[in-house]
Antibody, heavy 122, light 109 residues
Framework: EVQLVESGGGLVQPGGSLRLSCAAS????????MSWVRQAPGKGLEWVSA????????YYADSVKGRFTISRDNSKNTLYLQMNSLRAEDTAVYYC???????????????WGQGTLVTVSS | EIVLTQSPATLSLSPGERATLSCRAS??????LAWYQQKPGQAPRLLIY???NRATGIPARFSGSGSGTDFTLTISSLEPEDFAVYYC???????????FGPGTKVDIK
């Protein structure tokens, strides 16, 4: 059974940093691209970042480019999102999501974690 | 950037009725469109991908159609568990961005 479990969310002041983790199980982690998708309270879904299975290619939404860094440790089956220079508008539930087709980064998301809430406020 | 527009914003129907949801893209996305269902407090669930393919475990009452700029998600007969928010997503405009539509809420009339 595929499982994705996020952790690391919490309350942080504007300008602060936070690192999210997503522990994966139930599939060959290194064979699948992964993404982070966020959802502000009461709002819709926004793709944040994606990474290839090997970790060699990364992609970002314009809204987070230069501030967030996606990475993965395939030996630990874990996906990360390092978030720096956080702003109030980054407040959201952050989901990690697995790509449907494997190596294709530009793909749909067939499994999602339960999400972790990040609140940026003074 | 491709913009996705969903209509209506809210659809009020009764169990057993047919639901028809629309997603329109600002430029062609070929058939690279998916539909997700999200219930309160839950993560989204993939229903349909590549416009018309049902994801694993999705009931046959869910169907998708369309190509280019106009897409439809149809729920043939609403079950109580189908009342939720539905999002469309395109994957065509890579590597710039994935985009989601703003969502359609299907609620009980």
């Amino acid at each position: 059974e595929v499982q994705l479990v996020e952790s690391g969310g919490g309350l942080v002041q504007p300008g602060g940093s936070l690192r999210l983790s997503c522990a994966a199980s139930g599939f060959t982690f290194s064979s699948y691209a992964m993404s982070w998708v966020r959802q502000a309270p009461g709002k819709g879904l926004e793709w944040v970042s994606a990474i290839s299975g090997s970790g060699g290619s990364t992609y970002y939404a314009d809204s987070v480019k230069g501030r967030f860094t996606i990475s993965r440790d395939n030996s630990k089956n874990t996906l990360y999102l390092q978030m720096n220079s956080l702003r109030a508008e980054d407040t959201a539930v952050y989901y990690c999501a697995k790509s449907l087709g494997g190596v294709i980064v530009n793909d749909y998301f067939d499994y999602w974690g339960q999400g972790t809430l990040v609140t940026v406020s003074s | 950037e491709i913009v996705l527009t969903q209509s209506p914003a809210t659809l009020s129907l009764s169990p057993g009725e047919r639901a028809t949801l629309s997603c329109r893209a600002s430029q062609s996305v070929s058939s690279y469109l998916a539909w997700y269902q999200q219930k309160p407090g839950q993560a989204p669930r993939l229903l349909i991908y590549d416009a018309s393919n049902r994801a694993t475990g999705i009931p046959a009452r869910f169907s998708g159609s369309g190509s280019g700029t106009d897409f439809t998600l149809t729920i043939s007969s609403l079950e109580p568990e189908d009342f939720a928010v539905y999002y469309c997503q395109q994957r065509s405009n890579w590597p710039q961005i994935f985009t989601f539509g703003p969502g359609t809420k299907v609620d009980i009339k």
